[in-house]
């Protein structure tokens, strides 16, 4: 199975993890709409949706780049629809984008607070709903829909919670919504899963985080070749919360070295959330 001529929707895809998984599935021929806010360069935060585009257009995908910001319901029903316009349809959601900020409650202003879930929690239902519809005719034509939320596994434990409440709150909301929404649509045959990385990734975002060694970590490369091997099994396999080094290691790629920022490197900064 592969992702030729699948649509797939993809929040955040202007830089990062979201722009590598689309470039994975656009070197299979998928179309992909990069939806994000990113439209014009900064320095210090570099990819725009349109850059993104000429990137999923050189590795081999059709691109349709749309200013998006996913806390906005009437901006996100018109990427939508725009994408069906464009495409004839959705057949995988990827729920990429997300805020964060690792401060504890006396550090954390409520408009931090607020952007955090509403892009993470709000953000991923609000698109899930809004592309609902279409999985569920890419289902009936039997074209293997996937919701993908790039969000950890659901672990109960306070050491998650104690040092960053607001973060964690609202990325296991993204979590919440693989455990609610993979029952809810199985009827349909839709697909929803969540994947996470077991090392700290080496995106724009991470870099502005002070004190970060990100020689210490590996390239977003390791989650888009993870995803594939998501979006492309059958839409049965629902439900899960993968770990990325685990998701390849169970298909036979366990020379992990490739995804290495520094080659050769034995010790990385490990993500938050893996037990």
């Known amino acids: 199975m592969t992702l030729k001529g699948k649509t797939l929707f993809i929040t955040g895809a202007s830089r990062g993890i979201g722009l590598a998984i689309g470039k994975r599935a656009a070197a299979d021929g998928a179309n992909v709409v990069i939806a994000a806010k990113?439209?014009?360069p900064n320095p210090k935060l570099p990819g725009t949706i349109y850059s993104a585009a000429e990137e999923i257009k050189a590795a081999g995908g059709q691109a349709l780049p749309l200013a998006v910001d996913i806390r906005d319901e009437e901006a996100v029903l018109?990427?939508?629809a725009k994408a069906v316009a464009a495409f004839g349809g959705i057949d995988i959601l990827v729920n990429n984008a997300s805020a964060?900020?690792?401060t504890d409650t006396e550090h954390t202003r409520m408009k931090r607070y607020d952007l955090m879930n509403g892009i993470n929690a709000r953000g991923t239902y609000l698109c899930t709903q809004a592309c609902l519809q279409e999985l569920k005719k890419s289902a009936a034509a039997g074209r293997?829909?996937?919701v993908l939320n790039m969000s950890p596994p659901l672990s109960m434990k306070q050491h998650w919670f104690a040092p960053y409440t607001a973060y964690t709150m609202a990325k296991y909301g993204m979590s919440m919504c693989t455990l609610g929404h993979s029952g809810e649509f199985r009827k349909y045959g839709i697909a929803v899963n969540s994947l996470w990385p077991?090392?700290?990734i080496a995106t724009a975002a991470l870099q502005m985080i002070p004190g970060v060694d990100v020689g210490m970590c590996r390239?977003?490369?390791i989650l888009a070749?993870?995803?594939y091997f998501i979006l492309t099994s059958p839409s049965g396999n629902s439900g899960n919360f993968f770990i990325d080094d685990e998701l390849l290691a169970a298909h036979g790629v366990t020379d992990l070295d490739k995804y290495s920022v520094k080659?050769?490197?034995?010790h990385f900064i490990p993500d938050f959330f893996v037990d």
């Open 100 to 102: 964060i900020s690792m």
């Open 198 to 200: 077991r090392t700290a």
């Open 263 to 266: 080659p050769g490197t034995k």
């Open 144 to 146: 293997n829909p996937h």
């Open 38 to 40: 990113t439209t014009d």
């Open 78 to 80: 018109a990427a939508v």
């Open 219 to 221: 390239k977003p490369e």
């Open 225 to 227: 070749d993870a995803a």
